[in-house]
């Protein structure tokens, strides 16, 4: 009897090793097989959740005027060895593979960026702000000219919501909207943001400015690209940003596999070659 009850449980011993085996091994090649395009699975998205939490914290930790500017390295010497794996592997892709069609622009950072103050707006009774935003010198004084002739015409402008983003803060973007807003779909984020590198906003000379209006307007979630679309201040801009060397970059049903984004407008020196993607 006793014989028994100890080859039971040496037979129990051994099936319980036996699938925390089997469960560590599916688990291992969740976390390192390569990322699928439509949908991270589950140890992926559990470990990508993971880096955003931490990202944001470290994020959130910097001087306000720093956040914007935050340093890649930075974000990755937070994390371990499987998280850093993930997050270089998901980096390491090329966007093409994910539908999207746009040209490589740069890691640098631009000499001499301007520093634009934040600027606050009350929406849905709260009141909000883009936090410090930066712009390459020629960008903005063309911004600001923009913007004279904008409130002589309309009596209305428009603040700059997003200018240049360092590769750090382009990454944390793509994670944060993988997470929150495209349910871990790697095509659906690179969608609406750039991989780092990839980003109009990261483009030293020619950089590109995301629009809010004064009511708090710029068609993001849960507004839409209908709602800045409807805007007067968009009207005037089809009209008149070409003038102030402003394009826009991503109309309705673009080839560059990027959604309509009337709000983002790249700024272009003028004689810069064929960088326009606008048919206006
Ligand atoms: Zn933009």
Same mark, same amino acid.
């Given at each position: 009897?006793?014989?028994?009850?100890?080859?039971?449980?040496?037979?129990?011993?051994?099936?319980?090793?036996?699938?925390?085996?089997?469960?560590?091994?599916?688990?291992?090649?969740?976390?390192?097989?390569?990322?699928?395009?439509?949908?991270?699975?589950? #140890?992926?998205?559990?470990?990508?959740?993971?880096? =955003?939490?931490?990202?944001?914290? %470290?994020?959130?930790?910097? +001087?306000?005027?720093?956040?914007?500017?935050?340093?890649?390295?930075?974000?990755?010497?937070?994390?371990?060895?499987?998280?850093?794996?993930?997050?270089?592997?998901?980096?390491?892709?090329?966007?093409?593979?994910?539908?999207?069609?746009?040209?490589?622009?740069?890691?640098?950072?631009?000499?001499?960026?301007?520093?634009?103050?934040?600027?606050?707006?009350?929406?849905?009774?709260?009141?909000?702000?883009?936090?410090?935003?930066? @712009?390459?010198?020629?960008?903005?004084?063309?911004?600001?000219?923009? #913007?004279? %002739?904008?409130?002589?015409?309309?009596?209305?402008?428009? @603040?700059?919501?997003?200018?240049?983003?360092?590769?750090?803060?382009?990454?944390?973007?793509?994670?944060?909207?993988?997470? =929150? *807003?495209?349910?871990?779909?790697? #095509?659906?984020?690179?969608?609406?943001?750039?991989?780092?590198?990839?980003?109009?906003? %990261?483009?030293?000379?020619?950089?590109?400015?995301?629009?809010?209006?004064?009511?708090?307007?710029?068609?993001? @979630? +849960?507004?839409?690209?209908?709602?800045?679309?409807?805007?007067?201040?968009?009207?005037?801009?089809?009209?008149?940003?070409?003038?102030?060397?402003?394009?826009?970059?991503?109309?309705?049903? *673009? %080839?560059?596999?990027?959604?309509?984004?009337?709000?983002?407008?790249?700024?272009?020196?003028?004689?810069?070659?064929?960088?326009?993607?606008?048919?206006?």
């Amino acid at each position: 009897m006793l014989a028994f009850i100890r080859t039971k449980g040496r037979y129990t011993i051994l099936a319980i090793l036996g699938l925390v085996l089997a469960v560590l091994i599916v688990s291992g090649y969740a976390l390192f097989a390569s990322p699928n395009y439509s949908r991270l699975n589950f #140890m992926q998205r559990f470990v990508v959740r993971e880096v =955003m939490g931490k990202w944001a914290k %470290q994020v959130q930790a910097l +001087p306000e005027e720093k956040r914007v500017l935050v340093d890649y390295d930075h974000l990755l010497a937070g994390l371990n060895f499987i998280e850093k794996n993930l997050v270089q592997q998901i980096l390491a892709i090329n966007p093409k593979e994910l539908g999207f069609q746009g040209p490589f622009h740069s890691l640098e950072k631009p000499v001499n960026l301007v520093k634009i103050a934040p600027w606050t707006y009350k929406r849905d009774g709260q009141q909000k702000s883009t936090g410090s935003q930066y @712009c390459p010198a020629a960008a903005y004084n063309d911004y600001l000219k923009m #913007m004279a %002739q904008m409130r002589r015409d309309l009596g209305r402008e428009l @603040c700059i919501e997003s200018g240049y983003r360092s590769p750090g803060f382009q990454a944390f973007n793509f994670l944060r909207y993988l997470v =929150m *807003n495209h349910d871990f779909s790697l #095509m659906r984020a690179a969608r609406l943001n750039a991989l780092p590198g990839y980003s109009e906003h %990261q483009d030293p000379v020619n950089n590109a400015l995301d629009f809010i209006n004064a009511e708090g307007i710029n068609g993001d @979630c +849960p507004q839409t690209p209908e709602d800045f679309e409807r805007l007067p201040e968009y009207q005037w801009l089809l009209k008149h940003a070409h003038k102030f060397n402003f394009h826009l970059s991503y109309p309705r049903d *673009n %080839q560059l596999g990027i959604s309509f984004e009337p709000w983002h407008w790249h700024w272009q020196q003028p004689g810069s070659g064929n960088l326009a993607t606008d048919t206006k």
